[in-house]
C-alpha cells in the first residue's frame, strides 16, 4: 500500500494538547528570537545617594544613570529613580513602591538621526522588579517645535502608574526623518 501514516487519537482532547503544545513552543521560540535580536539598552550608573540604612544587604537609595539614545547620536538622556534595598532588594524581589522617576535630555554632541524611529517607540527599559514591573523611557518627535520629547513611567502587568517626567532637546529642522 502507500506510504500514507494514518495518526489515530485514542483518548478525547489530545488532538487540542498536541496542538497546543505545539503553539505553545512556536510562541517561546518567537519570544527568544525577539530577545536575541533587540539590542540591549543599557544604562550607565553615574552615582548614587543613600536615602535609608540596612543593616543587612544594600541601602534603599537614588540612582542616577545615564544613556544614549540609541538612534539619535548625540543625545543623552539622564534618568533618577528609587531603588530599594534589603536582602529583597538585593535579589530583586522586591517590587518598589515608589513609581517616581525624574528624566532630564541633553544635547552633548552634534545631533544625528541615525536612523528612522516612530513615535512612542521605547528607548531605554529597566525591570525595577524581578517579574511584572518595568520603567521606560519612551521617545516622541514634535515636529511643529523642532523638538525631541522623552517619557519616562513605569507600568505592570495589570496597570501602569500615573507618575510620569518629561524632558525635551531642541533639534534644527534639517534633522529630522
Not at 46 to 55: D, E, M, P, R
Not at 122 to 130: E, G, M, Q
Amino acid at each position: 500500500m502507500g506510504g500514507s501514516v494514518a495518526v489515530v487519537w485514542d483518548r478525547p482532547g489530545a488532538m487540542e494538547r498536541e496542538t497546543m503544545t505545539r503553539l505553545a513552543k512556536i510562541l517561546g521560540l518567537t519570544v527568544l528570537a525577539a530577545v536575541a535580536v533587540a539590542p540591549p539598552l543599557a544604562a550607565e550608573e553615574i552615582g548614587s545617594v543613600s536615602t535609608v540604612f540596612k543593616a543587612i544587604g544594600p541601602n534603599d537609595k537614588i540612582v542616577i544613570e545615564a544613556f544614549d539614545d540609541p538612534k539619535v547620536a548625540g543625545v543623552t538622556c539622564y534618568l533618577s529613580r528609587t531603588k530599594l534595598g534589603g536582602i529583597k532588594g538585593a535579589m530583586g524581589i522586591v517590587e518598589e513602591p515608589d513609581d517616581d522617576a525624574a528624566i532630564s535630555c541633553r544635547q552633548v554632541g552634534p545631533i544625528q538621526i541615525t536612523d528612522s524611529f516612530r513615535d512612542g517607540e521605547t528607548v531605554f527599559k529597566t525591570d525595577t522588579s524581578l517579574l511584572f514591573k518595568t520603567m521606560q523611557v519612551v521617545r516622541f518627535l514634535d515636529r511643529k517645535r523642532n523638538v525631541l520629547v522623552y517619557l519616562v513611567y513605569s507600568d505592570k502587568i495589570i496597570e501602569g502608574s500615573p507618575k510620569n517626567s518629561v524632558s525635551a532637546v531642541s533639534i534644527d529642522k534639517t534633522h529630522f526623518p
